[in-house]
């Protein structure tokens, strides 16, 4: 980033982190506040896991009187004032769901980066606006600052303005602006926009809605009581649509068509009113008798684990029915599935777990779930050189290959990246096929902890070509493909997940859950339980 941007004034240091469930009391403080309606707030969080940039216009024209009829003359409060509202709403909300706050960037200022609070605008809006309309740079400089971690994170773009776009000579260039919209957002879909337009103007809104029709992911919005106007007389007087509502909408608008469609026609409220904060935990299930027998072909193996810690594992998961309950995030998810992996491969073999990540140290002999709790503290950030994390294990452990067998976990949520941040796909194929030697005594599993389809496919692929290759997706949708198999009654818990993950490259038997009928030789629940860490580690996972 350029070195002339200024870090958000609240003094939080870059590694600033707050739990999700902390968040979600905060989403929650907010949503009643601002009386969001619990539809628009389910929706609202798959924004989670998103980068947020807020693009101001601090022209002159700002300075422009709103012309509201509700304040007197002396009092009108300008577009400035309206965007300081809009945008202090914004970063208090956008805190709750990014914990690495807003980017907020002007068009004739620098731009301050990590706002996490409205408190930290007072001192940048008492700065009366004053310039021309650059839109057209200031957009190329987001688009270009923020390139390599669009493949990490989807970037929303929120451009607020209420004037034409100039050139450099401080003439009107609409055509530039559009171009820049339609093509030079890569890709369009991880890159939604809206424009809040902060204009009356019958010109700038005739060729503003025309783009709102044309242009994937973009969607355009106008002051709040225009948009309230035109939805309830679509859906009705008694549709609810609060300020808090606007603002989600201005959120939400390039990323769910739902929302370009409430001025257009009816649509269905499902969580019509409000609701209470709801959180809940899952425990951790004992282990099929069948899994755990073959689970002991992993004596004498060394666990490497590979978690990936890019800036993309902060993406909540599972699907949101109630607006306020705390899901656990990639990144949680997979501290709890490595924790319990570190505790059973302890049982197998008594030199623990390595755990190598892709932006940090690697830790080494870890013996109990107990010694990740401050690793997983750290907050994901980066980008995802799975490729040179992967050769790195392999060169560390290439002598003690022949003396005993490598078992791989590599969990990773994105597309890997090379020197440049760049997509490689192609390389950590190359290396998962030439560069274990011998593959057979080096099985990889990978946990892909994306529903991303592009990527499924290529790894669906490789979990059929290239050998002691197994491809595992989160938990449920396991589940679901095995049941859809086996039958509703076979037994398959969290722990036999976790045996899956490691297992599935090793004993073809584990591959075949989803593709064929298998016989449970012992059928039944060991006593394994999961729990914390204890002292005496075999009584944890008894085996029949």
Same mark, same amino acid.
């Given at each position: ?22 968040? !979600? ?18 929706? /609202? ?6 980068? @947020? %940039? ?7 024209? !700002? ?23 809009? $945008? ?34 007072? *001192? ?13 740079? %200031? /957009? ?14 989807? /970037? ?48 700038? !809104? ?23 106007? #035109? ?69 004498? &193996? ?23 309950? *705390? ?14 992996? %570190? ?12 755990? &190598? ?20 503290? $750290?907050?994901?950030? =980066? *980008? ?14 290439? #002598? ?5 067998? /490598? ?7 994105? %597309? ?41 496919? &290529? ?12 491809? $595992? ?18 037994? @398959? *818990?969290? =722990? ?6 490691? !297992?599935?490259? $090793? ?33 944890? &996972?008894?085996?029949?």
């Amino acid at each position: 980033m350029a070195s002339n941007q200024i870090n958000s004034v609240s003094g939080q240091p870059r590694n600033y982190h707050k739990a999700s469930a902390d968040r !979600m009391i905060d989403f929650q403080k907010f949503a009643r506040r601002y009386e969001i309606s619990n539809d628009f707030a389910v929706k /609202l969080r798959g924004l989670e896991g998103y980068e @947020f %940039v807020f693009i101001c216009d601090d022209s002159g024209s !700002m300075n422009t009187p709103l012309g509201d009829a509700i304040y007197s003359h002396e009092n009108q409060p300008t577009r400035w004032d309206q965007l300081k509202k809009i $945008v202090s709403v914004v970063v208090d909300l956008a805190s709750a769901l990014d914990p690495d706050g807003i980017d907020i960037y002007f068009l004739n200022r620098q731009p301050i980066l990590n706002v996490r609070s409205s408190a930290e605008l007072g *001192s940048v809006f008492a700065m009366l606006p004053e310039g021309s309309t650059p839109i057209v740079p %200031v /957009l190329r400089q987001v688009l270009q600052e923020k390139h390599c971690q669009i493949h990490e994170r989807k /970037l929303l773009i929120l451009l607020a303005t209420d004037g034409v776009p100039t050139d450099e000579d401080e003439r009107p260039d609409i055509k530039t602006l559009k171009e820049v919209l339609m093509h030079e957002r890569i890709p369009a879909d991880r890159v939604p926009v809206t424009i809040v337009a902060c204009t009356d103007d019958e010109y700038s !809104m005739e060729y503003l809605n025309n783009w709102d029709k044309i242009i994937p992911n973009l969607d355009v919005v106008q002051d709040y009581r225009s948009e309230q106007k #035109q939805i309830l007389d679509c859906q009705g007087k008694d549709f609810p649509f609060s300020f808090g509502d606007y603002i989600v909408k201005i959120l939400m608008g390039g990323v769910d068509s739902w929302f370009d469609d409430l001025d257009e026609k009816k649509v269905e409220l499902k969580n019509n009113g409000r609701s209470n904060a709801a959180t809940g935990e899952s425990s951790r299930d004992r282990l099929n008798k069948a899994f755990a027998a073959k689970l002991r072909g992993l004596e004498g &193996y060394e666990f490497v684990f590979i978690c990936d810690d890019s800036s993309s594992m902060i993406t909540p998961i599972g699907e949101i029915t109630d607006p306020f309950a *705390s899901l656990p995030t990639r990144w949680e998810e997979l501290k709890k599935i490595v924790s319990i992996v %570190v505790d059973l491969a302890s049982t197998l073999d008594p030199d623990g777990v390595d755990i &190598y990540f892709l932006n940090r140290e690697p830790i080494f002999n870890v013996r109990s779930s107990v010694e990740l709790v401050n690793i997983f503290k $750290v907050p994901p950030r =980066g *980008s995802t050189p799975i490729v040179p994390v992967l050769r790195r294990v392999l060169q560390d452990k290439h #002598q003690q290959i022949y003396e005993r067998k /490598l078992l791989i976990l590599l969990a990773t949520d994105g %597309v890997p990246t090379d020197n440049h941040e760049r997509p490689d796909i192609n390389t950590l194929k190359q290396v998962l096929r030439r560069e274990r030697f011998p593959t057979d005594r080096v099985p990889v599993t990978i946990i892909a902890c994306t529903d991303d389809e592009d990527s499924m496919e &290529y790894l669906n692929n490789w979990d059929k070509i290239i050998p002691n290759l197994d491809v $595992v997706q989160d938990y449920r949708s396991e589940q679901k493909q095995i049941l859809d198999c086996q039958g509703k009654d076979f037994p @398959f *818990s969290f =722990g036999d997940y976790i045996v899956k993950i490691l !297992m599935g490259g $090793v004993d073809s038997w584990f591959d075949d859950l989803d593709e064929k009928k298998v016989e449970l030789k012992n059928n039944g629940r060991s006593n394994a339980a999961t729990g914390e860490s204890s002292r005496d580690r075999r009584s944890k &996972y008894q085996y029949s």
